[in-house]
């Protein structure tokens, strides 16, 4: 069934008193991944999905950010969420991602082996075509990890996949607060107008509006329980990105391997990042660079004509892009809060953070480069004019098995809760420097198998 609260809010309706085995808040790729999975599995799960964009409508909503700044069109509140936007370039975290490279450098951070994660991934690329059985990891001999990504030219909106006779979605409808009280769970709409009630809540908010939910609920003083109170909204990261500036003597056979092509709809490209040991021996981080041929419309009609002196002529005329796309340190004064209904950012580089940038530019200059002293146009200078928010939200909420430093145990469930859980990137412990969403739903296939256990 298909509700729009906003014809109903003064109304009386079933739908409230109505009890659920599940409701998830939210209905972007985390919550309908999530739904299918559970339905899959067990058929007559009665589940509401609550959603506070409109239908088919995308609003946005402005955040305060200090710093690197975060973008108004980086969230969208629409069935579907911000995958109404985009979400599909895609590639895997890789296993040493996963792991500190600046302190502690065995230790695994996530609460989840990699191949487990793996084994998700495989099952949410069957449902949602990720590409992931497409990635070729290729051994490409040269000093530098590369990983690719594939994504399609079009959004995919996840909006598609639901089905309104298998669930109960309910629209126009922002949950402000939420609770538990022994074996019930409560979702109350704004101003405590109205409740939703089911066994098991999941919440499937995005990035921000997570952590946001939570604070709220804290402040109303609800989910009394909660703990380590004093780390929610920490720790939080984004894949800042910006133009690094331009190759102008590229080694154009070599870099053609790895630059970005367009194909069938699709977007191919290889992200080139500092070697794994090189990172953990200096304290890096995982930040790539991707290359975007960049040559004007003249020389692109001449590359169509196929003679060799042309060719010549060609090669030394065309320059390459440099685009880079960064791994956050988690750092603990990385912060979101929220004061007066008002959300508020903090975001900065971390001298690790700086350092890789510095140390990555200066090593694809020198390998990519057959001319790298004369390279004046690759210059790491003026980022924070340059630098944008890529719309990766992550942290916030920290999963992990150390019980004092974390919201959110191995379950994706609350610490100190009974039936409250999580499924969003503001749960992510290091940010990696892929594109979050497939982890996301391979995050949202593993709950859904432990929530109907
Ligand atoms: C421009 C852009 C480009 C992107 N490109 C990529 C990409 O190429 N690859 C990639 O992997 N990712 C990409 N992303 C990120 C991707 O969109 C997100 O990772 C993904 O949508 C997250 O899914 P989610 O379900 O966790 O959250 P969302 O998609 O944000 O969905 C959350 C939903 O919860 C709803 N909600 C929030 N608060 C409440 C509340 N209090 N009550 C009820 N409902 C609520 C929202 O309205 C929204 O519908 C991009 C994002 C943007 C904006």
Redo the contacts with the bound molecule.
């Keep these: 069934m298909k509700i729009n609260y906003a014809q109903l809010s003064n109304k009386k309706s079933k739908i409230f008193e109505k009890f659920y085995d599940f409701i998830i808040?939210?209905?972007?790729?985390?919550?309908?991944?999530l739904y299918k999975d559970i339905i899959s599995k067990k058929k007559k799960s009665k589940i509401l999905i609550?959603?506070?964009?409109d239908y088919y409508k995308k609003?946005y909503k402005k955040v305060f950010s200090k710093y690197l700044k975060i973008?108004l069109?980086?969230?969208?509140?629409?069935?579907?969420?911000?995958?109404?936007?985009?979400?599909?370039?895609?590639s895997y975290f890789e296993e040493f991602e996963m792991q500190p490279r600046w302190n502690n450098k065995k230790k695994n951070l996530w609460p989840l082996k990699h191949n487990s994660l793996i084994a998700e991934y495989k099952k949410v690329d069957k449902r949602f075509n990720?590409f992931f059985n497409k990635l070729k990891k290729k051994k490409f001999h040269i000093p530098f990890e590369v990983r690719q990504f594939i994504?399609s030219m079009y959004?995919v909106n996840?909006r598609k996949f639901i089905n309104e006779n298998e669930i109960d979605i309910i629209y126009n409808?922002?949950?402000?607060s939420i609770d538990e009280y022994r074996k019930i769970t409560r979702?109350y709409t704004e101003k405590d107008k109205h409740y939703f009630s089911a066994k098991k809540m999941i919440i499937?908010?995005?990035?921000?509006?997570?952590i946001?939910?939570i604070q709220n609920s804290i402040y109303k003083k609800r989910i009394k329980n909660i703990q380590n109170k004093n780390i929610i909204g920490k720790f939080f990261m984004d894949h800042p990105k910006f133009n690094l500036g331009y190759l102008q003597y590229p080694k154009v056979e070599l870099i053609k391997k790895f630059e970005l092509v367009k194909k069938r709809n699709k977007i191919f490209y290889y992200g080139i990042s500092l070697e794994k040991s090189l990172q953990k021996k200096f304290n890096l981080l995982n930040s790539y660079i991707r290359f975007e041929k960049s040559s004007g419309k003249f020389i692109k009609i001449l590359s169509k004509i196929n003679v060799p002196i042309l060719k010549n002529i060609i090669k030394k005329k065309v320059s390459y892009k440099v685009r880079l796309f960064c791994e956050m340190e988690p750092n603990i004064h990385n912060s979101v809060t929220l004061k007066n209904k008002k959300t508020f950012v903090k975001l900065r580089f971390s001298k690790i953070d700086i350092r890789t940038i510095k140390i990555l530019s200066r090593e694809i200059k020198n390998y990519f480069s057959y001319n790298p002293d004369q390279e004046k146009n690759l210059k790491f200078k003026n980022i924070r004019n340059k630098i944008e928010d890529?719309?990766?939200?992550m942290g916030g909420l920290r999963y992990s098995n150390n019980q004092k430093l974390s919201n959110v145990d191995r379950n994706l469930k609350i610490r100190g809760l009974r039936n409250i859980y999580v499924?969003?990137?503001?749960v992510f412990p290091s940010s990696g420097s892929?594109?979050?969403?497939?982890?996301?739903?391979a995050l949202?296939t593993r709950l859904a198998n432990f929530l109907v256990k």
């Excluded at 808040?25 to 991944?33: D, F, K």
């Excluded at 890529?390 to 939200?393: C, R, T």
């Design positions: 808040i939210g209905s972007g790729p985390a919550g309908v991944t609550i959603e506070e964009g609003k973008k069109k980086s969230r969208a509140f629409t069935v579907g969420g911000s995958s109404s936007i985009w979400s599909n370039i895609s990720f994504g959004p996840f409808c922002k949950i402000n979702a499937c908010c995005g990035g921000i509006e997570t946001n939910l890529a719309s990766h939200h499924c969003s990137s503001a892929v594109n979050p969403t497939m982890t996301i739903c949202s």
